[in-house]
Nanobody, 124 residues
Framework: QVQLVESGGGLVQAGGSLRLSCAAS????????MGWFRQGPGKERESVAA????????DYADSVQGRFTISRDNAKSTVYLQMNSLKSEDTAVYYC?????????????????WGQGAQVTVSS
């Protein structure tokens, strides 16, 4: 079993920054690829960013490329999502995901474990 707890969401003005954290427990964290997903109002859940267990490989949605950065600290069993230059369309509930894998095309396929979600609201 894996438990994931997100933190760091909130309200920010357009152009601002936020950093989300996802603390993991219950499994060998350093072996697990991790990802961030989001679900905006009236939208389907979409992949935002992902990182391999070693941190050596990442993947980003086109919509956040160059603005968001995913990273991890295996000593703290935590993965981060630094979000800069936020836009109103980034407003969503952000979910942490664990135990997925990277496909041959380089994209992250979600694993079984999800956090409870963190609300990010960007005001214009």
């Amino acid at each position: 079993q894996v438990q994931l707890v997100e933190s760091g969401g909130g309200l920010v003005q357009a152009g601002g920054s936020l950093r989300l954290s996802c603390a993991a427990s219950g499994r060998t964290f350093s072996r697990s690829a991790m990802g961030w997903f989001r679900q905006g109002p009236g939208k389907e859940r979409e992949s935002v960013a992902a990182i391999t267990g070693s941190g050596g490989r990442t993947d980003y949605a086109d919509s956040v490329q160059g603005r968001f950065t995913i990273s991890r600290d295996n000593a703290k069993s935590t993965v981060y999502l630094q979000m800069n230059s936020l836009k109103s369309e980034d407003t969503a509930v952000y979910y942490c995901n664990a135990a997925g894998y990277f496909t041959s095309s380089g994209h992250y396929h979600a694993g079984t474990y999800w956090g409870q979600g963190a609300q990010v609201t960007v005001s214009s």
